[in-house]
């Protein structure tokens, strides 16, 4: 079929859709919180019609274009809405996660200097502060009574969007913020040529096996504060598939009914969402195989290192019988830089040390380039030789907001220092190793966690801190914090015989590890909770 060829503006992204014809209904697990009478499921118009009040919100409120729109809220499908609404009166949306800490939200406020301030909880509570950070604030749940100018939704519903704004392509168009597993996150500044033209207009190719097909159910779980989630929906709008899905958390309860109901055929999420799905998934051979993945065909990650039993078990989860599972590896800044189609053949091995998920394969062909460089004097090292990654990529963010220095200093040249460690083969290919601020003298924290997660069933995850001068620190996550099966001493002898010597495992339950928005572990702050020593081996100086 013809590419995608015609152009994709955030403002009117919906109506544009609908002016297509396209025929896709978004499905949701629970109603939109800026709209719950509209229920869980959303025609396009609708959702043009909704972006359209939520333009006039904004417009009554004050904010107009060039204007910063801040929006905090917990995640939902809404955040992409009401970002497309802030660009379609010309104003800057910037989506907040609501999971960042308060005195997190502090800063990037103060980075930000909003002209409007969108909250989606009551100031009483973590807001409260906050409201005094922004020149306005408007609550969407109706609350009142913070300090400062604060409107509620009564004070601005029914009044008329102005018409939509289209800003210069190469002009400001969204601001989202990076994970910050080591700090507070950064305000990465993206604009239309960079988020839509060349990441979104990409993936909006009906390329094979990757594009969603007009039969497809697409289903999507991850956090749509992140700027994955504005790519994401332009695309995905763009090839126009039959269904959309939206998972807005990672528990199964409400996952499940969605997908079951549903059924899928392609399901992007973060890594951490699928591990927190994957003991809920039986094999298809097993005894009671899960309706909801039972037809997939397509599985995408991002966001963060995946491990191998996680992918073995969706593999095996679908009776489709070449399912694909596309793993991308990429940054805020950049978009994806590689990728790799991993099959159930390349997970059949089990208990080996080889790098299957840390293979992340080559760069995307005519849209990003690759190179290895020492860590102190940023000169290219051979192939096969483990240094700094940096790339080459026409989607590069504008910058970081308030951090101007910090973003230039990641610049050499033509190339953006992307504060991961790998190698790459002879052959092209990039091995992962680390980031840079948690790597090792030899071999691999990232090896190390899917060696024990694949020779550990009872773990669901695993995090390996490097401790200078001393022996790693594994530490087994399960659902409960009880300790596995397998950890007793004469097997955790057996799983780890051939690795580097470690300290003994300290297991920890799933919701007592510090994560970002997007699931990743944050490993600062666990090494602080720990007690675990603050200091690592690498320098920390590009993150």
Partial sequence: MAPFSRRIELGTLFDDAAERGAATTVHLGRPLDIAPELGTALDVPAAARLVSDAAGWFAAAGAGPGDRVAIVKRNHFD?????CAAARIGAVPVPLSAHLDPDVLEILLKRLDPALLVLGFAPAGPGGALTSLASRTLLLDGGAGAAGPVLSLDDVRGHAAPAPRRPPV?????????????????????????????????????WPVLAARRSDVVAGAFSFAHGRALAWTASVLALGPEKLLVVTGSGWDEARPLLERHRPTTVEAQPSTFVRWRPHVRAQDGPAPSRAFGRVRLYISTFDAVHPPTVRTFLNATAHPRPIWLQGWGQSETGPLTFRFLTRRALRAERERHPTTRDLGRPV?????????????????????????????????LGYVGEERRFRRKLAGEWFVTGDIGVLTRGGRLLLLDREADVLPEGSCVELEDVLEDRLPGVAECVVLGVPGGRCVPVLITEDGGPPPITSPALWREATADLPELADPVVMAWDRIPRTGTGKVRRAALRERLGVTSETYGRGRWT
């Fill in 79 to 83: 955040l992409v809405l009401l970002c």
């Fill in 170 to 206: 190469d002009d400001p168009l969204v601001i989202v913020h990076t994970s910050g597993t080591t700090g507070a996150p950064k305000l990465v500044v993206h604009s239309t040529r960079t988020l839509l033209r060349r990441l979104a207009g990409f993936e909006a190719h009906r």
């Fill in 365 to 397: 062909p005519g849209r990003s380039r690759l190179r290895v460089v020492d860590r102190e004097t940023l000169r290219p090292v051979p192939r096969g030789t483990a240094g700094l990654l940096v790339c080459g990529t026409k989607a590069l963010c």
